[in-house]
Antibody, heavy 120, light 110 residues
């Protein structure tokens, strides 16, 4: 079945870095755009980043632009989110989500999330 | 990009209907027919309930329906059931490979 499994979360100090990974299975990753979405404790969902099916187009929420980088390796069925210069306000559950289409439409499958805590 | 505006909470009794609104601008909700809705239980990942304003994925009960008028999209749940109690989020394309969520609505089934 279609499945997304996130990993790489943890506790980091402000200014530090983390790299999240999303392992995809049960579908052809190279045919779909992919997103990262986060949810701070007790807060709503926030769209974070998108990468097109072939990796040629990437975009980010203003809150993370210049600090986070989304990438993908279709040969390894993985999508990653490199997070640098982390801030306390980046503390959240980070979800990887599959887009229904190749170039971005809506998210039809979500992972269970991985928790990032930025704490001094 | 500012979050879309949703009521913080709505409530209804079993069997009743409730509608959750999602207000944006002509640059997001009003500009594209790319509004979707997600249901989320505490501690769980969101689940797609409606896409492209009015379409329902297979497996989602037909009690859930979506619509849009101008810059406001709506999710209507008819025949409320206890298991519908959850948080609901709208989501819209904003253009240039950018998307935005609504602030979320907590539905209570009394």
């Amino acid at each position: 079945q279609v499945q997304l499994v996130e990993s790489g979360g943890g506790v980091v100090q402000p200014g530090g870095s983390l790299r999240l990974s999303c392992a995809a299975s049960g579908f052809i990753l190279s045919s779909h755009g992919m997103h990262w979405v986060r949810q701070a404790p007790g807060k709503g969902l926030e769209w974070v980043a998108f990468i097109r099916y072939d990796g040629t187009i990437k975009n980010y929420a203003e809150s993370v632009k210049g600090r986070f980088t989304i990438s993908r390796d279709n040969s390894k069925n993985t999508v990653s989110l490199q997070m640098n210069s982390l801030r306390v306000e980046d503390t959240a559950v980070y979800y990887c989500a599959k887009d229904r289409g190749a170039s971005g439409s809506y998210m039809d499958v979500w992972g269970k999330g991985t928790t990032v805590t930025v704490f001094s | 990009q500012s979050a879309l505006t949703q009521p913080r909470s709505v409530s209804g009794s079993p069997g009743q209907s409730v509608t959750i609104s999602c207000t944006g601008t002509s640059s997001d909700v009003g500009g594209y027919n790319y509004v979707s809705w997600y249901q989320q239980y505490p501690g769980k990942a969101p689940k797609l309930m409606i896409y492209d304003v009015t379409k329902r994925p297979s497996g989602v009960p037909d009690r859930f329906s979506g619509s849009k008028s101008g810059n406001t999209a709506s999710l209507t749940i008819s025949g409320l059931r206890a298991e519908d109690e959850a948080d609901y989020y709208c989501y819209s394309y904003v253009g240039r490979y950018t998307w935005v969520f609504g602030g979320g609505t907590k539905l209570a089934v009394l």
